[in-house]
Structure formats: structure tokens, C-alpha cells
């Protein structure tokens, strides 16, 4: 058996950065949900990079990805879908933030 897995520093900024988008379906404040891996065995478990943010009735509510998977991703789209659009948009607020650095230290100069 794999010894359980720590999140590094840069897994938790990862997380971090995930859970502050809020909500992928309503917007409210999330939690991370570990989307399951493609094409990994059962019982693998998935990378803290392979996360989406959903609140607390989208994760674990009466409608939620745990409780009505499949209404849900009917619904708002597959797990796979949404961690696409999760990636995209922390890659986002990344180039906008380096963007930002990058004109303050021309202008401290
Ligand atoms: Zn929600
Ligand atoms: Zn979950």
C-alpha cells in the first residue's frame, strides 16, 4: 500500500488558488473536490491538481457530483469539463498577476 499522501507546498498553494474561485456552478465560497482520474486503475487516488471547486451543496448536497453524479454532470458537464475550466482560469488570474508584477518592476526601475 501507498503511504498517504502530504500536499506540498505548492500542491496547497494549488488548492488554495482552486478553492478561492468559488463555485463552479453558483459561485459561493468551495471546497476542493478530487475529481477521479482517467485512465488510472480504481483506487488510484487522484492528484490534488486534478481538483474542482464546488460548495458544500454542489459537493455533498441532495443535488451534488457525490450524491446525483450523473444528473449533475448532465447538468453542468463532466468532472473532466469542469477541471478544464478550472485550470483555465487559474492560468488566468496566473498571467494577470504576472502581468501586474512585471509592469511594477519596470516602474520601479
Ligand atoms: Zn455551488
Ligand atoms: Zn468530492
Redesign the pocket.
Same mark, same amino acid.
Given at each position: 500500500m501507498a503511504k498517504k499522501k502530504v500536499a506540498t507546498k505548492l500542491e496547497r498553494e494549488h488548492l488554495s488558488k482552486v478553492a478561492s474561485l468559488g463555485c463552479l456552478v453558483c459561485q459561493r465560497p468551495a471546497n476542493v =473536490? =478530487?475529481i477521479r482520474p482517467v485512465g488510472l486503475g480504481m483506487g488510484m487516488r487522484s492528484s490534488h491538481y486534478q481538483t474542482i471547486p464546488l460548495c458544500r451543496e454542489h =459537493?455533498?448536497g441532495q443535488f451534488s457530483? =457525490?450524491n446525483c453524479k450523473q444528473e449533475f454532470e448532465a447538468m453542468y458537464g463532466t468532472e473532466h469539463e469542469m477541471l478544464q475550466k478550472t485550470l483555465k482560469e487559474i492560468e488566468n488570474i496566473e498571467e494577470a498577476n504576472n502581468f501586474f508584477n512585471y509592469n511594477k518592476g519596470e516602474n520601479n526601475d
Open positions: =473536490h =478530487h =459537493h455533498q457530483i =457525490h
